[in-house]
């Protein structure tokens, strides 16, 4: 088993050359492609290689010596230029092992490390270096830890142990390592044997303490007494909270989305849009994650995406496995969940631990393939990808190949029967050489197939991400359902009470108006001017912040941090007064490019006078 470290996240080149404690500069090693290819090949090898390759004359490539830094000695850093040292790569190893562009490859060690290797990666920009990092990381640690162990004479089964163990990583999306208490070794857990189909990094966390059965033979740590019971909405929502949600299935008329794993609810279109004409499946992608509001009606769960602000605070989502995270986050990248992976081994596939495979079956790694697409997109990357002249270049290779044999099988059926001439001999080499020429012309185009397959992929990914974004944007602004109210007062401050005092009976529920009264208010010019120069939007996030203060609904203003506003940024500074008045700031909106602030003053009295609507950086009154 490979040595234990503190693994830190990769850090892309770009935020790494920023950081004020530089790390070590490790070696990178360069050599041609044939020398690599040998190197590779050495049935001696003892370490992980990692290949980075790059674009000569190209400003964007992946920091080689960055990479090094990270993953120190637990594996060796290659850099290779691309085009001929490539191509010299690509001809001396196994089909399908090549690299090419800017990308990076893991190539494990051991035996039958060809089986085992990953799919390559390639960078465009340089945002993606961060998941890339990330991914080569993960890799590592698999290939270090599903290396065939060597073979063991035969002993009886071991019966089960109760084990504490740590998370060291997730080295897949179906696949843990863990480091088990008061033993020098590391065992797996599997993400069938929890809740299939969930990435692991949404039920674990690096770091986090576990306890469960291991199966000494196998190696594998069962963690199943961990998962928690499906819980009730109303035990950890109230009624108007935002909560995160997945989006299961979509239809134009509504959508089905979870608010953990077996708890599916209804969202009608008009819960997601203002706008009759829109459909769901315009505004909602399926397993994207949304914000929705929790509402209960007669006992049923009501879930609403209508009005809800991006930077209104959501209650976590709750977790799924004892002591876990989250098992929805923000800010976790979803659309990660689109990426079409290359063709390539699965990491974890590769294990030759007997009963890890057997349990995984024959049919696991195209499962596991089949789990990273999802539904209509690995349909359309099927129709992209697969033009008719890609369909039919292996099958006129093949063509191509038996006719050579034929005619070999013929030429040489003469020869035995006329006798070998050197005439004869020389036809039969020129033939061979001819086919040999035809079939690595055809191998080039259908390599040059699969790199431009493999650019597809990647755009497809990309598309997919930025439609999530654009129907989250589009979305976003169907789903505001109030219009501004009709002008009913000639009086500025009658109108705005009136408008106040609407919210307070559209936002406060029936059974807390007597708790949360309508305090009493004085609104002065400079508010009533700074509250008509605000956009609707901003208007109803002011509604709600002066709603909070007035009605004295003290959770929601403490969550807007009231306070004093002082003289100056100093550390000792008093707060701005007017006689015994106090001049008071809270947040109306956060998150936000020039965020919204309320001054008011406090009066001793208790009463509230609204001051002005300002900018975050705005702080005299």
């Known amino acids: 088993m490979p040595a234990q470290k503190n693994r830190n996240r990769l850090t892309p080149p770009q935020e790494a050359a920023a950081q004020d404690c530089a790390v070590d500069q490790h070696t990178v090693l360069r050599m041609g492609g044939s020398a690599l290819v040998k190197h590779l090949m050495d049935p001696k090898r003892s370490k992980t290689a990692v290949v980075i390759s790059y674009k000569s004359g190209e400003a964007f490539r992946i920091d080689a010596e960055a990479v090094a830094a990270k993953l120190g000695a637990e594996a060796e850093v290659f ?25 990076a490859r893991v190539y494990p060690h051991g035996q039958q490390w060809q089986d085992r290797v990953p799919g390559p990666h390639i960078a465009y920009r340089p945002a993606e270096l961060s998941t890339l990092c990330q991914a080569l990381e993960n890799e590592v640690l698999a290939a270090q830890y599903f290396e065939p162990p060597a073979p063991r004479p035969p002993t009886t089964a071991a019966l089960p142990v109760i084990v504490e163990a740590v998370v060291q990583g997730i080295a897949g999306p179906d696949r843990a390592m863990v480091t088990l208490a008061g033993r020098d070794d590391m065992a797996l857990i599997r993400g069938e044997d929890l809740l299939p189909g969930i990435p692991l990094d949404w039920l674990l966390a690096k770091g986090q ?64 849009s203002s706008n009759d004409l829109d459909s769901a499946e315009d505004l909602l992608t399926e397993g994207e994650v949304v914000r929705v509001r929790v509402a209960y009606d007669n006992g049923a769960v009501v879930l609403s995406m209508l009005d809800v602000d991006d930077d209104e ?15 929805l986050d923000s800010e976790r990248p979803y659309a990660s969940l689109f990426t079409v992976r290359s063709s390539g081994a ?190 609707e939007q901003q208007r109803r996030k002011t509604l709600r912040a002066v709603l909070d203060l007035v009605a004295d609904r003290k959770g929601s203003v403490r969550k807007r941090d009231a306070h004093p506003l002082r003289h100056n940024e100093g550390a000792h500074a008093g707060p701005t007064m007017r006689g015994e008045d106090v001049c008071m700031r809270l947040y109306v909106e956060q998150g936000t490019a020039g965020a919204l602030r309320l001054h008011y003053w406090k009066l001793p009295s208790g009463t509230v006078e609204l001051h002005e609507v300002v900018t975050h950086d705005v702080v005299k009154p």
Request: glycine share 6%; hydrophobic share 40%; net charge negative.
């Open 346 to 535: 699965h990491p974890i596939a590769g294990s030759n631990t007997a009963a890890v495979a057997d349990a995984d079956g024959p049919g696991a790694s195209d499962r596991t393939s089949a789990a990273a697409g999802i539904g209509d997109a690995a349909r359309a990357e099927e129709i992209l990808l697969t033009p008719v002249e890609r369909r039919t270049a292996l099958q006129t290779t093949q063509m191509q190949l038996e006719q050579a044999r034929h005619t070999i099988t013929e030429l040489v059926e003469a020869q035995k029967r006329q006798g070998a001439t050197d005439k004869v001999a020389r036809a039969l080499q020129d033939q061979l050489e001819a086919e040999r020429k035809g079939s690595k012309e055809l191998a080039r185009a259908l390599n040059e197939l699969d790199h431009e397959k493999d650019a597809l992929r990647e755009e497809l990914a990309r598309t997919k991400s930025a439609l999530v974004q654009q129907k989250q944007q589009r979305r976003s602004t169907s789903s505001r359902s109030e219009k501004a109210p009709q002008q009913l007062f000639l009086v500025a401050e009658e109108q705005f009470r009136f408008e106040l005092l609407l919210a307070w009976a559209n936002n406060v529920p029936a059974q807390e108006k007597d708790e949360n009264p309508l305090g009493t208010y004085h609104c002065s010019r400079h508010f009533l001017d700074s509250w008509a120069g605000l956009a």
């Open 209 to 272: 303490a576990l306890k469960g059965t291991l199966d000494t033979a196998t190696n594998v740590l069962d963690v199943k007494t961990l998962l928690l019971p499906r819980p009730s909405p109303v035990t950890v929502y109230q009624q108007g909270d935002v909560a995160l949600a997945r989006v299961k299935s979509v239809r134009p008329t509504h959508a089905m989305a979870e608010l953990w794993p077996g708890s599916d609810f209804r969202i009608d279109v008009n819960r997601i």
């Open 313 to 327: 605070a959501a209650v976590p989502a709750p977790p799924l496995v004892s002591g876990g995270p989250a098992w």
């Open 79 to 103: 850099e290779i230029p691309n085009s001929f040292e490539t191509y010299q790569l690509e001809r001396g190893l196994p089909e399908r092992l090549h690299i090419f562009g800017s990308g």
